[in-house]
């Protein structure tokens, strides 16, 4: 190989350092599609969601009012269980039997029995983190829970989900998508379980005005 040759190979080889790191970064920056972490505890979300009633923003108690849902602190746990403890009695959720998840509970709170508060030693649950995006990327909860965007349209029927998985991709073209082409309230609905489908309209245009669009110019997410 000559002199010349040799330095002509340089500016191939730094772009190809250059495009490996940068997808090293992408891939690191941002959840999987599928991602099923174990979390510290399991939660049964069927039971406290459709057996309970409770709803989403009991728990994730800032996603309509900040850009991040905020994860579930151990006083909203024990808010309930420091009456209700591992000893379950039989009920309609269930013969008696003692729960170990609620032992776990019960540990990170140092609390030794019901009703009696949480301890000097409690800490807070390590929750496992499962939708996350690129740093480089805003996503404002309030405004999409506030614009009627049900929960499940992105995070999928987690109501009925014994252990959480991430639902969607997550990746650019799939929010440009739903920018683009627009939210349909009845659509949200019907991806939340709560509503039967539709029938389908005669012409696309037909459902035009019931989709709800948004912008999707750079500065709507990198901001």
């Given at each position: 190989?000559?002199?010349?040759?040799?330095?002509?190979?340089?500016?191939?080889?730094?772009?190809?350092?250059?495009?490996?790191?940068?997808?090293?970064?992408?891939?690191?920056?941002?959840?999987?599609?599928?991602?099923?972490?174990?979390?510290?505890?399991?939660?049964?979300?069927?039971?406290?969601?459709?057996?309970?009633?409770?709803?989403?923003?009991?728990?994730?108690?800032?996603?309509?009012?900040?850009?991040?849902?905020?994860?579930?602190?151990?006083?909203?746990?024990?808010?309930?269980?420091?009456?209700?403890?591992?000893?379950?009695?039989?009920?309609?959720?269930?013969p008696k039997r003692h729960s170990a998840?609620?032992?776990?509970?019960?540990?990170?709170?140092?609390?030794?029995?019901?009703?009696?508060?949480?301890?000097?030693?409690?800490?807070?649950?390590?929750?496992?983190?499962?939708?996350?995006?690129?740093?480089?990327?805003?996503?404002?909860?309030?405004?999409?829970?506030?614009?009627?965007?049900?929960?499940?349209?992105?995070?999928?029927?987690?109501?009925?989900?014994?252990?959480?998985?991430?639902?969607?991709?997550?990746?650019?073209?799939?929010?440009?998508?739903?920018?683009?082409?627009?939210?349909?309230?009845?659509?949200?609905?019907?991806?939340?379980?709560?509503?039967?489908?539709?029938?389908?309209?005669?012409?696309?245009?037909?459902?035009?005005?019931?989709?709800?669009?948004?912008?999707?110019?750079?500065?709507?997410?990198?901001?």
């Amino acid at each position: 190989m000559t002199t010349r040759s040799k330095w002509t190979t340089v500016p191939g080889l730094i772009a190809l350092a250059v495009g490996a790191i940068a997808l090293s970064a992408y891939a690191g920056a941002s959840s999987s599609q599928h991602s099923s972490p174990v979390q510290p505890i399991a939660f049964p979300h069927p039971v406290h969601v459709q057996k309970l009633g409770m709803n989403c923003l009991y728990c994730h108690y800032t996603a309509n009012k900040s850009p991040d849902p905020g994860l579930p602190a151990l006083s909203t746990c024990m808010g309930c269980h420091n009456l209700v403890g591992p000893d379950r009695p039989a009920s309609d959720l269930g013969p008696k039997r003692h729960s170990a998840e609620l032992d776990k509970l019960y540990k990170y709170a140092d609390q030794k029995m019901v009703g009696a508060g949480m301890g000097p030693n409690a800490k807070p649950i390590p929750w496992i983190r499962i939708h996350k995006v690129p740093e480089y990327v805003h996503f404002p909860h309030t405004r999409h829970i506030n614009a009627g965007v049900t929960c499940q349209t992105c995070h999928g029927q987690v109501q009925k989900m014994d252990r959480v998985y991430q639902f969607a991709t997550l990746n650019m073209g799939w929010c440009v998508s739903c920018h683009v082409n627009g939210y349909s309230q009845q659509e949200g609905l019907e991806a939340a379980g709560y509503a039967p489908s539709s029938p389908a309209p005669a012409a696309p245009v037909a459902m035009a005005t019931d989709r709800k669009k948004a912008r999707y110019d750079c500065a709507n997410c990198h901001y």
